[in-house]
Each structure stands twice: as C-alpha cells, then as structure tokens.
C-alpha cells in the first residue's frame, strides 16, 4: 500500500511539475533586447569594467581566488587580452559553454580594436 | 591395451556428453516460456542518453560523469586534452521496482539540477512460442536551471527556468554482439530567445552498442534534430546535432565508460538541443562515466 502511495505521488509530482509555458524572451521582454547601442566607444572604466566583472570575474571564475586567469582589474585583463579574445571573441565559448551576447561581443571587440584604453 | 581402454573411456565420455545435451535439449523444449531478455546495454546510458535499462528493486545507483574541455580549445598537452575544463554531473538513481527507477542529478554546466523517471512498459522476451521482439521504456525528466537570470531588472519568472524532456525508448538486442535503440524523444524548454525559435524540439535518437571483447563494447549515439535546427547561441554559434562515440569497460561491479562527443551537457535538454561542438571541427571532447550501485535489498543481498 505504502509502494502504491510512493509511487502514485511521484506520478503525481511528474504531471504537477509540467507547468509548461511557451514563452519567448523577445515577447515577454521587448525592451531589453537590442535597446543598447552595441557600437559606442567604451573604455575600461565607462563599460567593459562591468561586462567584464558580471560575465568573467565573477565569483569562482576569473576573479582573484578563483580559476586562472585573474581578470578582475585593468592590468591583469590587459595582460591575458589575448586568450580572452580567442575565447570570448572568436571561438565564442566564455563563458562557458556558449558565449556572450552578441552586443557584448561587440563591445568587447571594438574596445580590444581601440587599443584596450582605460 | 593401455591405449585401447583411453580411447575406449574417451568415446564413452564424448557419447556420454551427447547424451547430457540431448537431455538438455529436451527440457528446454519441454519449459516453452518466454524468458525476457536481459543487458541490452551494460549501463542505464549508452553514452549520454539514457537506455532501456533500469537498475533493480532497491538498489541505488551512484553516477559520476565528467565532461572534458573541447581538444581544439588548446593545446592538447596545455590543458591535457581539455581536463582543465571539464565540467561534471552528479546523480543517483534509485530503483523503486525492477520497472521504475527515479533519479536526481546536479550539472555544473549552466547549474542545472534535473529529476528524472523511467518506466519499463515492455520487456524483449526470448525462448517462448510468443516472444515480444523490442523492450519499450519511457524516460521523463524535468531541469532546472538555476543560474542567476542575466538580467535582473527585468521580471524574471521561475517557470522560465524549467526545461522537460519525453522519450520512448525502443530497444532490441538482436544477439550477444549488437543491439540497437530508437529513441523518439521531445524536449520543451518554457523559454525561448527568438519569436522564430520554437519551444518544443522533436528529436530522434539512434543508438547501438556492439561487442569487441568479452568486457568491452563499442556504443555509437545519435540525436539528429527534426525541428529548430537553425537555432543559434546569443552569441550567433549556431547548434549542432549530438554525436557520441564510446566504450564500456567492465570491471568486476563497475562500468566504465569512456567517449568521445561534441556536447558538455549531460541531461537531455541539454546535448539534444544546446550541443554546439562540431566534430569536422575537432570541437569534441573526452569523457567518462562512472557508476556505483549500492544494495539496500536485504533479501538478494549477496556481500
């Protein structure tokens, strides 16, 4: 009885958890996507600091105690530039697995093409 | 005479040993019962995607899988074929009858923690009148994604976190050598990026597993997309379909597995819809799976 009750809540928790939704990000956001200008001149301190800080050196990853390389200020990003651009930029798989949106990608290309200015 | 009596004892034993199997013939045709077929596969994954096999009553199922780095993103000695990005999956299993088997499981890859069930509807029999000629399972599961949301000023909900995937699984062992899988498999995902990107991806997996020696097995994995396959990442990589190659390797009580493949996901959400390595492109990585069954069975308990 006890087998029958067990497994008929697991059945139960199945259907109940197939909440499904078809929701679409461009839909459920219309404002945030594309509403950046994805081409404006940014330096260290106006803009690639914070992409940097949210999608790299982020806790655990490359920030200071985590994974190497350290990207957390301006003369250790500068220093790995290199490597953050073949991953980041060209082989587009940082962060792991799949990239960065395509606005930061720009971002991040034109300020490396710019001369990485602080 | 010595020679004489040899040989004379020697084709008493051999007529002897015929006698034995026609005896034994003779009660296999007698007990015309369907028998089901067992080890279609070695393990509950042929590679990355489930089998049709269930671990038994009461037994637990300890599974470690691991991910490697793709071999092009270094050299392969810099980063020693992709370790020092590997990625990991922790799960367990439980078998609550010797048909239904319920698991839990932790990705590190996009933080996902998924929760899984499997049914045995049918099993391949052997050796009736009547034999059923496939083993049909069902394998659900739901993911969730529990990544921080990439923007939070937005209104984010939890539903958008949750991934299902549907599969019935159809396999048939043809002999000790080859057996085969057809996987019809559906994956819905509650949130999707583009207008264009449909949340439900149809997918059909093929899977085989043939023997090379008596503890080793070749398993080759498939799931081609049948819809969405112009899906891109938000970085414009565009996805690509699963591709596994692997081995089984038994050792007395463990299985281990070892593969090559283009995906770092390890639930079916995952590697059927997110894979985006490309094996023309050397965007593959090293794997392996580790399993551990503990018995909490007191009644076949055999150490």
Redesign the interface.
């Known amino acids: 009885m006890i087998k029958k009750i067990l497994l008929a809540t697991i059945l139960l928790s199945f259907v109940v958890l197939s909440g499904c939704y078809y929701d679409k990000e461009e839909e459920l956001y219309p404002n945030s996507i594309n509403n950046t200008d994805c081409n404006a001149p940014l330096t260290y301190n106006t803009g690639i600091k914070t992409l940097i800080n949210s999608n790299c050196a982020t806790s655990g990853c490359h920030a200071a105690g985590g994974i190497s390389p350290d990207l957390s200020n301006y003369t250790l990003l500068k220093a790995s530039i290199s490597s953050v651009k073949f991953r980041a930029i060209d082989a587009k798989n940082m962060p792991s697995p799949a990239g960065m949106s395509a606005c930061n990608i720009t971002k991040l290309d034109n300020w490396i093409k710019a001369g990485t200015p602080e | 005479m010595k020679k004489i009596l040899l040989l004379s004892s020697l084709i008493l034993l051999v007529n002897m040993a015929w006698a034995q199997d026609d005896l034994l013939d003779e009660l296999v045709l007698e007990n015309k019962k369907a028998t089901p077929v067992l080890a279609t596969f070695k393990g509950t994954r042929i590679i990355t995607g489930q089998s049709n096999e269930n671990i038994s009553k009461k037994h637990l199922n300890f599974l470690v899988l691991h991910r490697f780095g793709?071999l092009k993103?270094d050299a392969w000695y810099y980063s020693l074929l992709g370790f020092d990005?590997a990625?990991v999956r922790l799960a367990f299993d439980y078998g609550?009858?010797d048909k239904?088997m319920?698991g839990v499981g932790r990705s590190s890859?996009l933080k996902v923690y998924d929760?899984n069930?499997k049914y045995k509807i049918a099993q391949q029999t052997v050796g009736g009148k009547r034999n059923f000629p496939l083993a049909i399972s069902y394998y659900?599961n739901?993911a969730i994604d529990t990544k921080t949301f990439?923007?939070l000023?937005?209104?984010n909900?939890f539903?958008?976190r949750?991934s299902?995937c549907h599969q019935l699984i159809l396999a048939r062992k043809f002999n000790d050598k080859v057996s085969l899988q057809i996987t019809p498999t559906v994956v819905?995902r509650?949130?999707?990026?583009?207008?264009s990107?449909p949340?439900d991806i149809f997918a059909l997996g093929l899977g085989g597993s043939f023997k090379i020696t008596r503890s080793t097995r070749l398993n080759i994995e498939y799931y081609p997309r049948l819809n969405g396959t112009d899906e891109k990442?938000?970085?414009?990589?565009a996805y690509t379909d699963y591709l596994g190659i692997g081995f089984d390797i038994e050792t007395g009580g463990h299985v281990f597995q070892l593969m090559f493949s283009n995906s770092?996901?390890m639930y079916e959400q995952g590697f059927i819809t997110?894979t985006?390595g490309k094996w023309s492109d050397f965007g593959v990585r090293l794997g392996f799976n580790l399993s551990r069954t503990f018995s909490f069975d007191n009644e076949t308990k055999h150490k």
Do not use: A, C, W
């Open positions: 793709e993103d990005n990625t609550i009858t239904l319920v890859v929760m069930i659900g739901v990439p923007d000023t937005r209104n909900y539903t958008s949750l299902f819905h509650n949130l999707v990026e583009k207008k990107t949340n990442t938000k970085s414009g990589v770092t996901y997110q985006t």
